[in-house]
């Protein structure tokens, strides 16, 4: 899959690609599901899961920045999906989430792609929810709006976030997201406030002596299933070197990342 990304905005790391892997292996995708990518970026999680699953996949993001690369990559794919460019939080209260949606073609540097777009109706409800949320805490703004908007967790509020997306999910619909490790106890609770139940979690290490830095974690609403917590997963050995399981992971993944200088 071929991802175009901004030379020197926000750019997609290791962490999208572990919480696609585990999304993959930990649910049960089936052909045409419904599939929302919340604060999608590039595109990366939902299109790689709409390659794989042939998902019906709907992608928003609050930057018309991210909405035009996630539009550019899905046609580069020719996967089909609605890009909206929205607050997630308030847009879709007041309906305006369908009036912003984009088709999957643009003329820019990139090329012209006309893929044609899924609709995506107000109160409409997903089977399916990913997010790789902004939870870095820098101690400060980054200088970079992309960036910072990317990535600070200063512009994401969990407990929000986890009843928005309990409304938006049909019933026993899922919820796979990532989060910092050292707050997974603020996550659990959220999550449980909303009425979706952590039904699969995993911790990830940059290294084995380390402390995990990433929680993945599945959530399905109106589950009554124990929580099943799985082992440790590395993304490097000691050495500093990528691990097996990391080098399994950007092998299935097979991407190759194209910059651009800035979009016309």
Known sequence: MKLFQLKDGYRYNSDS???????????????SQS??????????LGLLLARDFNCA???IDIQPQNCELAQINAG????????????FFKDWES???AGNSKENSAGNSAGNFGIPSQSCQRNQIFERIICNPPFYDFGGENKNAHKNTSR???SFDISAFASKCSELLAPKGELVLCYDARLVDRLLQALLEAGLKPIKLAFLHSKPSKP???????????AKSPLCVFGSL?????????SDFAKEVFIKADLISVDLQALI
Do not use: M, P, Y
Not at 17 to 31: G, I, Q, Y
């Open 17 to 31: 690609l572990f919480l696609w892997d585990f999304a993959r292996k930990n649910c049960s995708f089936k052909t």
């Open 35 to 44: 599939l929302l990518d919340v604060g999608c970026g590039c595109g990366i």
């Open 57 to 59: 996949l709907s992608c």
């Open 76 to 87: 580069a794919n020719d996967i089909k999906a609605s890009i909206i460019c929205a607050d």
């Open 95 to 97: 309906g305006n989430s």
């Open 152 to 154: 600070n967790a200063s």
């Open 212 to 222: 995990a830095n990433v929680v993945l974690v599945v959530a399905k609403k109106g």
């Open 234 to 242: 590395f993304a490097c050995n000691e050495s500093g070197t990528h």
